[in-house]
């Protein structure tokens, strides 16, 4: 059942690769010219760590809703700053489209 998690996080990469192409294009603006960047990536690191020990800790043998929810709590979290911080360029609708996906 292991495999299973290795192809849904080698879907969400594959997701992100050409959803960024479609629908961002070559829209230059990043979420690290931000001016709250730090603040993004602390957050992001605390909402990650129970990600990871859900993993670690949990019988991953059967499938398990908590690791899903802590992953998709970080695409929520992703979309949200980036409507905040960089809203013309369309890249919440990718992390958005991602959650609702996965």
């Given at each position: 059942m292991s495999s299973l998690y290795y192809f849904i996080i080698a879907s969400i990469l594959l997701t992100d690769i050409i959803m960024n192409k479609k629908l961002v294009g070559d829209e230059a603006r990043n979420l690290s010219e931000a001016t709250n960047y730090k603040w993004f990536i602390l957050i992001s690191i605390i909402i990650m760590i129970?990600?990871?020990?859900?993993?670690?800790i949990l019988d991953l043998n059967q499938p398990q809703p908590l690791p899903a929810l802590f992953l998709g709590l970080c695409f929520c979290y992703?979309?949200?700053?980036?409507?905040?911080?960089?809203?013309?360029?369309?890249?919440?609708l990718v992390s958005l489209l991602?959650?609702?996906?996965?």
């Open positions: 129970p990600f990871l020990v859900s993993i670690w992703k979309a949200f700053m980036e409507f905040r911080y960089i809203k013309e360029t369309k890249r919440h991602q959650f609702l996906y996965y």
